[in-house]
T-cell receptor, first 116, second 111 residues
């Protein structure tokens, strides 16, 4: 089966510009996650969707970040305006809901964002 | 607040050695623990998932153990190879599936 797809793979923008990332999860996976991974750190959850509803966005900087998942499939993550500290890899993951104890998340290749 | 710590941060070993990576977490109320591998510039590959009711999981040369009561997990790699060189991440899941990650252990296996 096809894995999690993300685009673009790389993006360089200047601070105060806007950027959008796209994610297509594994077919049939109801849960979709966006993580931010700053160099040298582990990934940190930004937002979690169950179908097209938000389960957790407690660590999403809502003044500049937004995300949507239309029709419960693809998702986009947007940053507007970008700051230097947003330079990171943005990872999308998906999982098939069975039960909390058996969640296994599958990750896409990530989008590396550099803000100059 | 759940915190995950991985020790050591970096490890360099000669090929063929058996090695252990350590992961500790502060809140034992987890639903599962996952070990991931990350190659430079790449996404994460799931290696092993241990459900909260399990004590260990094995896949090939990898064996992961879980001790919920003490808040610890170990990843054992047998007969290490240069191809095992990567960053290994430990993550714990709560009841929504949200993963809390450690900072990772960067492993280098020298030929």
């Amino acid at each position: 089966e096809a894995g999690v797809a993300q685009s673009p793979r790389y993006k360089i923008i200047e601070k105060r510009q806007s950027v959008a990332f796209w994610c297509n999860p594994i077919s049939g996976h109801a849960t979709l996650y966006w993580y931010q991974q700053i160099l040298g750190q582990g990934p940190k959850l930004l937002i979690q969707f169950q179908n097209n509803g938000v389960v957790d966005d407690s660590q999403l900087p809502k003044d500049r970040f937004s995300a949507e998942r239309l029709k419960g499939v693809d998702s986009t993550l947007k940053i507007q305006p970008a700051k230097l500290e947003d330079s990171a890899v943005y990872l999308c993951a998906s999982s098939a809901y069975r039960s909390p104890s058996s969640y296994e998340q599958y990750f896409g290749p990530g989008t590396r964002l550099t803000v100059t | 607040k759940q915190e995950v710590t991985q020790i050591p941060a970096a490890l360099s070993v000669p090929e063929g050695e058996n090695l252990v990576l350590n992961c500790s977490f502060t809140d034992s109320a987890i639903y599962n623990l996952q070990w991931f591998r990350q190659d430079p510039g790449k996404g994460l590959t799931s290696l092993l998932l241990i459900q909260s009711s399990q004590r260990e999981q094995t896949s090939g040369r990898l064996n992961a153990s879980l001790d919920k009561s003490s808040g610890r997990s170990t990843l054992y790699i047998a007969a290490s190879q240069p191809g095992d060189s990567a960053t290994y991440l430990c993550a714990v899941a709560g009841n929504t599936g949200k993963l809390i990650f450690g900072q990772g252990t960067t492993l280098q296996v020298k030929p």
